[in-house]
């Protein structure tokens, strides 16, 4: 059963593990640092749909249906699925995955889904309230283009501080097995609102939560960056990448400059790939990031403790219409080595 360490992060004495996971991703993204990492990638945006939202689910059931073929189980085998992605009722997720089968939580924590669905599978496997429980995000590009800023007709200028919201979608399988890349501890994250109000400028709005949490987290477990081998959040881009390792020695003495990577700055090169902008962003940035190259670090060895952190703006296309600021949230997954 999870125990609570210190105030806001829970132990999970079990150790979950992740049995199976895949990633796929869009032809920009197969463009990037990681595009060999990626299971699939998707050359026609479209994916032979009529609409991108049509696309985004085609993504999102690949993503879960790989992982699951690849822990060696069939969706019939999931007690429960914890999903969710950008669009208005999820529906991204939902259209997508209806024909599994499986039981189906969705949960919203913008680009933050993806630890937050790990998060909350990782504990009901732990409680052993299941044996196995599948988390699940995506995004894409034009669809939240589309959603939360302007059709891309418009052909609207970007500024230097947005991100690039990724095409690409993640899945893990997490069970009660003992495996390669296994889930030690679990933080959900504060509501932080500095009043940023630039919905182009997400790493501003979605630093403080960040640094919120890494600081509540390693508080918490006694713990300091050295401790890892990743700080990995997600996703802030440059811009919040900068301002997050600046808040923490600023207002928590903590510097975390040496080990912090963020999954907007991986999956694109924001020097060669300029119309990138700040660096990726969506929920399918960190769960394509992790669901591809993190978790295939950490089998092989090569990263034994890693701190994701996944970053959310609680906004919409409303909300910004409405002069409203941004809240943001981050949630904290650590992955550990077998």
């Not at 085998?77 to 669009?87: P, S």
């Not at 069970?175 to 400028?201: F, L, M, S």
Request: net charge negative; aromatic share 6%; charged share 20%.
């Amino acid at each position: 059963m999870p125990v609570r360490q210190g105030r806001y992060t829970l132990l999970l004495p079990s150790m979950p593990g992740i049995s199976g996971y895949a990633a796929v991703a869009g032809k920009k993204e197969s463009e990037g640092p990681l595009g060999n990492a990626f299971d699939y990638i998707y050359e026609d945006g479209m994916a032979g749909k009529k609409s991108w939202e049509k696309a985004e689910s085609v993504l999102h059931r690949d993503a879960v249906t790989r992982a699951i073929s690849k822990a060696g189980i069939s969706p019939e085998d999931a007690d429960v699925i914890f999903a969710g992605d950008l669009l208005n009722q999820c529906t991204g997720t939902t259209f997508g995955i209806r024909e599994l089968g499986i039981p189906f939580a969705g949960v919203y924590g913008a680009c933050s889904t993806m630890a937050l669905s790990m998060a909350m599978a990782s504990v009901w496997v732990d409680g052993k309230v299941c044996n196995t429980a599948v988390a699940s995000t995506s995004s894409h590009f034009c669809s939240a283009e589309k959603q939360f800023r302007m059709p891309l007709e418009y052909g609207g200028q970007r500024t230097p501080t947005a991100q690039w919201t990724v095409t690409g979608a993640g899945a893990a399988v997490i069970t009660q097995k003992d495996c390669g890349a296994k889930i030690e501890k679990v933080i959900i994250g504060r509501i932080q609102d500095y009043g940023i109000k630039d919905p182009n400028n997400m790493g501003a709005a979605m630093a403080p939560a960040a640094c919120r949490t890494i600081a509540d987290f390693l508080t918490d477990t006694n713990t300091q960056p050295s401790d890892y081998d990743m700080i990995l959040t997600g996703d802030l881009g440059s811009v919040g990448s900068e301002l997050l390792c600046e808040l923490m020695v600023k207002q928590e003495n903590i510097d975390i400059s040496s080990v912090h990577e963020d999954c907007g700055l991986m999956i694109f090169d924001i020097v060669r790939q300029k119309d990138t902008g700040a660096g990726g962003s969506g929920c399918g940035c960190s769960g394509a990031v992790v669901c591809s190259d993190i978790l295939s670090r950490i089998e092989n060895g090569e990263l034994k403790r890693v701190l994701f952190v996944g970053t959310g703006a609680l906004m919409s296309g409303v909300s910004s219409l409405q002069s409203e600021s941004i809240p943001a949230v981050a949630h904290g997954v650590l992955l550990t080595g077998g």
